[in-house]
């Protein structure tokens, strides 16, 4: 385990910090994204040569978690921001994650998101993603889940198929649940936040992450993807030992 894993484990203290680390406990020589992470100012030409409409929908509207547990808040509510857009008059705000907590009045994602909070599991995750769509009376939406169990060649395949409809329109929304250290070579833990392109021809997935202390949007390969998706989480994650990830599709119903 490398110096930042084991400063993690000692803030975690048993709950799930979505990715946050003291920066005073932090590896000073170790690289800020490790070989499977690239960011998104070293890898433009995608996005300058595509329409990637995912990206130009939902980036704006991707902000900081407000706390080291709220990675699932953070990510929904840039899903349904992006999916509602920006609201047509003046008077009218952009729904920011307290007061989609205070919306949904619901006390047990609150104090999941709190600081020192466990975070949520996946199914958690589905769960929420369906109250905030009640919530905010976005009835002509609906989830579907993808969580994959292994990561065989089937799986990889169906993941890109996935992928790939969902880069043809701005409609629908991902957020996946995945493990983050197997994409940034950081930490040990679960993860939530928002897909933000999908390079089809170099097999690359944009990540546009929440955990904006230490990150800005990156990108890694689709099989990489996949590995996070379904390496379970470590025992030292207290409630959320042995979850794994997926996909939380928010789509147009019907």
């Given at each position: ?22 920066s ?37 509207f ?14 929904v ?25 205070e ?8 104090g999941?998101?709190?600081e020192?909070?466990d ?10 993603t ?6 905010l009376?976005?009835?002509?939406y ?24 969902n ?9 996946t ?7 940034t ?5 679960p ?10 021809a ?19 390969s689709?099989?990489?993807l996949?590995?996070a998706?379904?390496?379970?989480t ?7 030992e ?8 928010v789509?147009?119903?019907?």
């Amino acid at each position: 385990m490398t110096l930042v894993s084991l400063a993690r484990v000692a803030l975690l203290s048993g709950a799930a910090f979505c990715g946050v680390l003291s920066s005073a406990m932090a590896d000073e020589n170790a690289p800020k994204l490790g070989p499977n992470a690239t960011s998104l100012p070293e890898e433009t030409d995608y996005l300058r040569q595509s329409s990637a409409p995912d990206y130009w929908a939902y980036s704006p509207f991707v902000k900081p978690q407000f706390s080291s547990s709220a990675c699932s808040i953070a990510a929904v509510t840039a899903a349904v921001n992006g999916l509602r857009g920006l609201p047509k008059l003046a008077e009218d705000t952009v729904l920011t994650q307290t007061t989609l907590l205070e919306t949904l009045e619901d006390s047990t994602w609150a104090g999941l998101s709190a600081e020192g909070g466990d975070g949520v599991t996946f199914s958690q995750l589905v769960e929420y993603t369906d109250k905030t769509l009640a919530a905010l009376d976005m009835a002509d939406y609906q989830v579907e889940t993808f969580k994959p169990t292994t990561a065989d060649e089937a799986t990889l395949e169906k993941l890109r198929a996935i992928l790939a409809a969902n880069e043809s329109t701005a409609e629908d929304v991902l957020l996946t649940y995945f493990n983050q250290g197997v994409v940034t070579g950081d930490w040990d833990g679960p993860h939530v936040s928002l897909i933000g392109a999908y390079n089809a021809a170099k097999d690359r997935v944009l990540i546009l992450e929440v955990d904006q202390e230490w990150y800005i949007p990156y990108w890694t390969s689709v099989p990489v993807l996949l590995e996070a998706m379904t390496k379970p989480t470590s025992a030292e994650h207290g409630v959320l030992e042995n979850e794994t990830g997926g996909f939380v599709h928010v789509k147009r119903a019907g």
